[in-house]
């Protein structure tokens, strides 16, 4: 992900006016909501296809989360960031709402079939080569994630350093493990969003996502690929993205990554909403659209991510969706 802070964002305002209202397609057959007894909020968690947007940006009147109405289409909304030293940007924001106020916007966005989740690190934080014990880390996180009555946590390491060097992949899964013991499997969602050439094999040196994957898939909801800022003609046109990725990241793209053992429906494609919000690896929402039709002809069906809220809104995924699963009007 690209990392906004607060500070230079401040001056920037948007205004997502839309005031559509659509249901996810599937809200009825993913209407998965347990209550856990070591808290009074419930936890929602929709089925694939998931239709994931991001949140860093600064948008004037929005603290924390938008109003539901603006992200009809998607099933997953994920604040951003939580980081080692604390809450930022709106992951700040969701702990300056009261506590009243935090239920009463997770209890819409779960009534719209929406889960509320929170991603952690982003590109800010190097937790591994910053020497963050990942037990600590994960007890910490997942602390804040009871308190803060949210849905569950997105994982979002970016320690290109500790990847190149091999120390990510232990790191990764002692992290994972220990986040799983404290947000057990049917209560909370557990996601990471690597980028896709971590999948590539032959390229890292103790295997990269392939072996965190092989070590604690099982543990692991799904993936938010990133297919975008890994170089200017990486994964934009379909068959980049989903058939033959480039040889700088050999056996990247979606149904290579499948090939090579991870689970066609943990595999959601992730990109961004506009050329602005990433470096390279934009795809215009009706290209994404027929790429996402393809790829549901091939059997895939873990759906879409984009970064980020408001330049995605309901129109964004609404086209995206179109050729596919369309959103019901
Ligand atoms: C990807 O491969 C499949 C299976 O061979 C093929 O049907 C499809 O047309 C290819 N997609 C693109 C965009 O090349």
Not at 103 to 128: C, E, H, Q, R
Not at 213 to 233: C, H, P, R, T
Not at 279 to 294: F, I, K, N, P, R
């Amino acid at each position: 992900m690209l990392f906004i802070t607060s500070l230079i964002f401040t001056s920037l305002f948007y205004f997502a006016g839309t005031t559509v209202v659509a249901l996810p397609a599937d809200v009825g057959e993913a209407d998965v909501a347990s209550a856990v007894s070591s808290s009074h909020q419930k936890r929602y968690s929709p089925s694939a296809p998931y239709f994931v947007e991001y949140f860093d940006a600064s948008v004037s009147g929005v603290t924390g989360a938008p109003p539901v109405s603006d992200v009809s289409g998607y099933n997953v909304f994920i604040l951003a960031f939580l980081l080692i030293e604390g809450a930022w940007d709106n992951a700040e924001g969701w702990t300056e709402l009261t506590a009243d106020e935090r239920s009463s916007t997770k209890a819409d966005y779960n009534d719209a079939g929406i889960a509320l989740m929170v991603s952690v690190f982003g590109s800010t934080d190097t937790p591994t080569t910053s020497g963050a014990d990942p037990t600590d880390t994960a007890n910490t996180m997942a602390a804040w994630v009871v308190e803060y009555g949210l849905d569950g946590i997105d994982v979002d390491y970016e320690d290109f350093d500790a990847m190149d060097s091999g120390t990510a992949e232990a790191w990764l899964v002692t992290f994972t493990t220990q986040l799983r013991n404290q947000l057990p499997a049917g209560d909370y969602i557990i996601t990471h969003a690597p980028v896709a050439p971590w999948f590539s094999p032959n390229i890292w040196t103790n295997g990269g996502y392939l072996e965190v994957n092989s070590e604690v898939g099982d543990l692991i909801d799904w993936y938010n690929v990133q297919f975008y800022n890994q170089g200017a003609s990486e994964y934009t046109t379909c068959d980049g993205l989903l058939n033959t990725s480039s040889s700088t990241w050999p056996e990247s793209a979606l149904f290579q990554i499948i090939a090579n053992g991870v689970a066609s429906d943990m595999l959601v494609i992730g990109k961004p909403a506009t050329t602005g919000d990433a470096s390279t690896g934009y795809m215009s929402s009706s290209t994404l659209a027929t790429c996402v039709e393809d790829a549901k002809a091939e059997g895939w069906d873990a759906g879409v991510m984009v970064w980020e809220y408001p330049d995605a809104g309901t129109s964004w995924i609404t086209t995206v969706r179109a050729d596919s699963w369309p959103v019901s009007s």
